[in-house]
Every structure is written in structure tokens, then in C-alpha cells.
């Protein structure tokens, strides 16, 4: 089994907390993560994992060592009980883990029942560190999922389309949202053609005979269900008109590219998406790996009315970091410009261009890095806070 970033902070959270939530898209692992710290699983949308969970409460609640939930969601009954067992002994620490592919119908039972006894951790799938650089242009084609290509790459894009499918059609649907199949499949391919753009909720809503209101709650639970991002624009003070409308990205490029029907990589350098695609990954790459060290990065993207931009804005322990974002051998020097006078707006104390270079070249707070190596500059960053 391949060692997830998670992992340590999952330990150092269950070592604080009676419980904890381990969160994440279907399929990202969670389950496999969960079996290897213990062998007393449960999944709550089995009827008869339900039943030994309520003949055996009793015996499982007094016994020593962990006891992983998995769906814990689908089981709303569940956490009364979860609380009372945590007040019966509150210096019991590393109790319950609970699994959970839907954040806000498992936050949601948490804030009612379990505030304050539960520590919330997100599993992403497979994340660059965690594979190795040799890994970078199949994790960006196919994606992070670890049955999807990731680590078998003849799986892509048939299982992201079968994924995709369930999700309309199944998952969806059961965890609240009211579109049919049809439409749910029609708004993820128009958001696989929108990806990394400005949202637009009213266009989008016309091409799907809907209201802006309704398009954006059907992407509350696409987001919700770990399916796409909402990168919200900078909003701080500057003696210029800033963009307000977020922009969404589809959180895993194998994902986007089984929508955009890419297929190999020729195709996706050949597609106009290409740059966009690369931008969302590398996005991804970074703040999912950051959330795994448990850093909260502040993430937000700048945009000028006339034409300053910044594809990440980042606070990493009161020091904010610009990244430009390039789908290219290398940086150039009118790129290293570009973001030095958008930089200079937000006086960012650390700017970079992140491209596929192979020589990276950076100085103590600025210059041009391929994806490891800034994931590596972020995450000391952050630790030093300087």
C-alpha cells in the first residue's frame, strides 16, 4: 500500500480527539487508509454491518482501539449514540474514525451531535509526493484516483466515465440532489468546458434551462461531494476594480479529461484545455498537499480589471506567496515580469512561476520551479513562517 500524506496528521489528530472524520471523494482511498489502522470496520450503508453496530454497541464502545464508520452519513441515528458513548469517557482519545464521501451531510450530523469531540481530515486522491515526480504527466492525465490510473494507467478514461455515471445516477441523487441524471451529466460536461474560467452561473443556467439560483445549488453538492473547486477571487483593497466571481475547477484532470473526451497524452497538449487543465492540477497538486501537512493555506486567485492576474494567491503563516501558473518548458522572462507588477499590488512577499521545467531557478523568494520542487518551497514556507 502506498503511504498517503494523511496519515501522520490523521495519528496526531486521533491522539487529540475522541474522533475523528476522514473525508474525501469516493474512491480516493479512505477505505483502504481506514483497514490499515484498524481491523474493526463498519460500513454504515451495509444493513448488516448496521445491525452488528446496534446488537454489539455496548461491547464496542467498552472495548480498547479504534473503530473506523465507514459512510457514517448514511446512518443519522449513528451519532446520538457516537455522543454518548465520547461523554461517558472524555479522556478517551482516538476512539471512532468516521468515513464520509459527502462533507455536508456528515458535517452537518457532526455540528448537531459531535462539536467538539471531532477532528475533520480530507484524503485527496493520490497526490504527487506520495507517488514520486517520475509520476507527474500519468498523475496529470489520468488523475489521482488509485483504480482510475494512477497506478494502472489502462484503467483511464473508462473507469472516470463509469465513476462519473454512478455519481449522477446514484450517488448523487441519494445524497440530496434533486437533478436528474441527465442534467446532473449535462452540468458536468459544461463544467469540464468552464474549467478554470470565471463561474457564470446565469449562462450556464441558460444552456440548462435552469435558474442561476438552482445551477448554484447543484454546485453546492458537486462541491460538497469533493467534485469540483471554487477558487474565490481576492477581495482585499486595491485602487482597482477586482473580479468577484470565483473561478471552478474540476478537482481531478482524469476526471476533466475523460469529460473533454481526452484520452492520451497528444491529445491533451493538442487540446485547447490543455493550459487550463494543467493550471487546475497544479492547484490541486499544491493545496492538496499543504491540507495533508494540515496547513491552512488561504487560498485565492487575483484579477484586475485591467489586466493584472494572479492564477494562486497564498497566506502561508502571515506570509502571502503569488503563483503564475504555465503550461511551458520553462519561464520566461516577460512571464517573471507579468507576475512581479501583479505581485507588487498585494505586496507578495515570495513569487513563482510554476512551469514543467527541468532547471529550476529560484532565489530565497522568487524565481521559476517545477511542480516537486514547489510543493517542497511551500510546504518549508509554511513551517519556517518566514
Not at 114 to 137: I, K, S
Not at 178 to 189: C, F, G, K, Y
Not at 228 to 245: A, D, V
Not at 345 to 356: G, I, M
Request: proline share 5%; hydrophobic share 45%.
Amino acid at each position: 500500500m502506498k503511504r498517503r500524506l494523511a496519515t501522520a496528521m490523521l495519528h496526531a489528530r486521533l491522539a487529540r480527539f475522541p474522533a475523528a472524520a476522514l473525508l474525501g471523494p469516493r474512491q480516493s482511498g479512505k477505505t483502504t487508509l481506514a483497514r490499515s489502522l484498524s481491523r474493526r470496520y463498519y460500513d454504515a450503508e451495509q444493513p448488516a454491518d448496521r445491525v452488528r453496530l446496534d446488537l454489539d454497541w455496548e461491547a464496542i464502545t467498552s472495548e480498547r482501539g479504534l473503530v473506523v464508520i465507514d459512510e457514517a452519513q448514511s446512518w443519522p441515528e449513528l451519532f446520538p449514540r457516537l455522543r454518548a458513548a465520547i461523554d461517558a469517557d472524555r479522556r478517551r482519545n482516538g476512539r471512532f474514525l468516521l468515513l464520509g464521501s459527502v462533507s455536508p451531510g456528515l458535517m452537518r450530523e457532526v455540528s448537531e451531535s459531535l462539536a467538539g469531540r471531532l477532528a475533520r481530515v480530507e484524503l485527496t486522491p493520490f497526490l504527487l509526493p506520495e507517488l514520486g515526480a517520475g509520476a507527474l504527466a500519468r498523475l496529470w492525465l489520468n488523475g489521482g484516483f488509485p483504480d482510475g490510473g494512477a497506478l494502472r494507467a489502462s484503467r483511464f478514461p473508462a473507469w472516470q466515465r463509469d465513476y462519473l455515471a454512478l455519481m449522477a445516477q446514484r450517488d448523487l441523487p441519494a445524497w440530496g440532489l434533486p437533478a436528474r441524471p441527465q442534467v446532473t451529466d449535462r452540468l458536468l460536461h459544461m463544467l469540464a468546458v468552464v474549467h478554470g474560467q470565471l463561474w457564470n452561473a446565469t449562462a450556464v443556467g441558460q444552456s440548462l434551462g435552469l435558474s442561476y439560483h438552482t445551477v448554484n445549488g447543484y454546485l453546492d453538492y458537486l462541491e460538497g461531494a469533493y467534485l469540483i473547486r471554487r477558487l474565490p477571487p481576492w477581495s482585499g483593497s486595491l485602487r482597482k476594480r477586482l473580479t468577484r466571481s470565483p473561478k471552478v475547477y474540476l478537482r481531478d484532470t482524469g476526471l476533466l479529461h475523460a469529460l473533454l473526451r481526452i484520452g492520451s497524452r497528444t491529445e491533451l497538449l493538442r487540446h485547447p484545455a490543455a493550459g487550463a487543465s494543467w493550471e487546475g492540477f497544479v492547484i490541486e497538486q499544491l493545496l492538496g498537499t499543504l491540507a495533508a501537512a494540515g496547513i491552512d493555506a488561504g487560498a485565492h486567485f487575483l484579477r484586475t480589471s485591467d489586466g493584472y492576474e494572479i492564477d494562486l494567491l497564498l497566506a502561508l503563516e502571515g506570509v502571502t506567496v503569488a503563483i503564475e501558473i504555465k503550461l511551458s518548458a520553462d519561464a520566461t522572462p516577460q512571464d517573471l515580469a507579468r507576475l512581479e507588477r501583479a505581485a507588487d499590488l498585494v505586496s507578495a512577499e515570495h513569487r513563482y512561476v510554476v512551469c514543467q521545467t527541468a532547471r529550476p531557478a529560484a532565489a530565497a523568494t522568487r524565481g521559476a520551479l517545477d511542480l516537486a520542487s514547489a510543493i517542497k518551497r511551500l510546504k518549508s514556507l509554511a513551517r519556517s513562517g518566514q
